[in-house]
């Protein structure tokens, strides 16, 4: 049976920013892959850290992203890939007037994923990426002579002042025209003095500009699209399952807690989290693009790619389960027995840290340093702690985002395109699909292969009697403490021990 989707992709060349990022990376496989007959894809690319980018492509197609097109014999489709020198914050997106006419006059879908996502960035920084860029992007594809549509990258969270999000625009949080302004005349320090007062009830100005951005697409008066995603994670199915790149997200504590270093983790774990895997984030711009080709007269559409009202997650599902993941699927280069524990406030978080991450971090960074190592330790929990108060509300806020409209969107489609391009996350059992994941993150992440398993296994079972060891010295060491402080017998202080225990297992 055809597949009407790659049908649509066949012979079109495809413009993308943002391709070298965790989602961007991931697109580029599944249309290298699933519509080998693309005519050419196009990517945005900035040098960085002094490669040029012919330098940067090569690296691309080393990612282990296309493993699986490796696999299959199937290189040749890396001829399809042509870098563009350029940069989304930089004026007519830094392009050649060149490069520029080579996409005029070639390019029939534009994919739009290049955004600073750092929740910490100033408004200067997200303003001329998320907003600006965008703009550029809209202007380029306004001089497109065959455009069939602008793909929109954005976020389930431009909408995080509320709380119950359906698939459609909000009206715009601020004027354009007056934040662009402020930006282009205050200095760094009066603007940032300003954030609070101009983001109003944004959490933070990457959120603030992702929503601005989605008008500019809106404005466009061309054919696009935008699509939502949430918390992005590890992949379901495509290439492979629990393939990962990113440490943001739950890999990101994964990585850590494998480590030994993770061991608690504020979490509010009867509350709803929006986590979509990848791929089906990749899966749902290609087939967006489509849409609007097969109606192109029903007007701009917005889908959430996301999970909250479908099939929704929380972590007191997997709580029992995760460090037995952990404990079956072990690292070689853990530094200590894995065990993560959820806490339901930033205050018992912060009040456990003390004690299971920054101390230890204090002593293995000193370690590290005497054996000739750079320490990174105690920076990182550091970093780890300054960040919590911007994702407070992140983490101990349950959001709704509606997505019938993409439920929809994949009933259309044909049986073998349902099959392909799933949309459908009803069937995803979480359990299995974290399973995946900490396998996914401790071959991707830590760079760790199957094979090392067993002696990864011998490692963990040395590190959990030294663990149970230290627990017991710690204990006996406290009884003793005790016992010499108040001139008293064993006996009479036997209750210090399951005392003690129990409370810091709380922490």
């Known amino acids: 049976m055809a597949s009407y989707v790659t049908d649509f992709y066949n012979s079109k060349s495809v413009f993308i920013t943002g391709g070298t990022g965790f989602v961007g990376v991931c697109l580029i496989e599944k249309l290298l ?12 690319m900035r040098p960085k850290k002094g490669k040029q980018i012919m330098e940067r492509l090569e690296e691309l197609m080393k990612n282990s992203v296309f493993n699986r097109i490796r696999e299959e014999k199937q290189t ?15 004026e007519n997106l830094g392009l050649s007037s060149q490069d520029r006419t080579t996409l005029i006059n070639t390019v029939e879908v534009v994919f739009h994923s290049a955004a600073t996502l750092d929740f910490e960035a100033d408004l200067k920084t997200t303003t001329n990426i998320n907003l600006l860029g965008t703009r550029r992007i809209v202007q380029l594809c306004q001089e497109i002579k065959r455009l069939k549509v602008l793909v ?80 992005i994670a590890g992949a379901w199915k495509e290439p492979v399952p629990g393939w990962t790149i990113s440490k943001n997200g739950p890999q990101g504590f994964i990585l850590g807690a ?6 608690r983790l504020p979490v509010a774990k009867h509350l709803i989290y929006d986590y979509i895997p990848v791929d089906m984030v990749v899966n749902s711009l290609i087939v967006a693009a489509y849409n609007v080709d097969r109606d192109s007269d029903k007007g701009l559409k917005v889908y959430h790619c996301t999970s909250s009202t479908c099939n929704s997650f929380k972590w007191e599902s997997v709580e029992k ?44 960074d000193a370690i590290t340093r005497l054996c000739g190592g750079r ?23 349950e959001w ?60 963990h079972k040395i590190l959990t009697i ?27 202080t036997g209750l210090v021990v399951p005392i003690t225990y129990l409370l810091f297992d709380q922490l």
Request: positive net charge.
């Open 258 to 263: 494998g480590k030994g270093v993770i061991r």
């Open 466 to 492: 030294a663990h149970l060891g230290l627990q017991a010295a710690l204990l006996g060491s406290i009884w003793w403490l005790v016992k010499v402080l108040f001139a008293t017998t064993w006996t009479k």
């Open 76 to 90: 040749d489709l890396f001829k399809k890939l042509i870098a563009i020198p350029g940069d989304v914050g930089e």
């Open 33 to 44: 892959r699933c519509c080998p007959d693309i005519k050419n894809i196009y990517l945005l």
């Open 152 to 231: 929109h990258v954005s976020s389930a969270y431009v909408n995080a002042v509320l709380h119950n999000v359906d698939e459609i625009i909000y009206p715009v949080p601020a004027d354009v025209n007056t934040i662009l302004k402020l930006v282009d005349t205050l200095d760094d320090a009066t603007l940032n003095s300003k954030t609070p007062e101009i983001l109003k009830n944004h959490p933070n100005p990457y959120t603030f500009t992702k929503h601005l951005a989605e008008h500019e697409v809106l404005n466009g008066g061309f054919p696009a699209t935008i699509v939502r995603p949430s918390m």
């Open 321 to 364: 389960e995760i460090n037995t993941y952990l404990h079956n699927y072990p690292i070689r280069s853990a530094v200590w027995y894995p065990y993560l524990k959820f806490l339901p406030s930033l205050f018992l978080f912060r009040i456990s840290a003390i004690f299971v991450h920054f101390i230890p971090a204090y002593i293995l």
């Open 375 to 397: 320490p990174i330790l105690v920076r990182l929990h550091t970093n780890v702690n300054r960040s919590l108060n911007r994702l407070e509300k992140f983490i101990f806020q």
């Open 400 to 459: 709704r985002f509606n997505n019938p409209r993409l439920l929809q969107l994949h009933e259309s489609l044909s049986l073998e395109d349902q099959k392909l391009f799933t949309l459908d996350m009803r069937p995803l059992i979480w359990k299995d699909y974290f399973t995946d994941l900490i396998q996914g993150v401790r071959t991707y992440l830590h760079n760790e292969s199957p094979k090392s398993l067993p002696k990864a296994r011998s490692k």
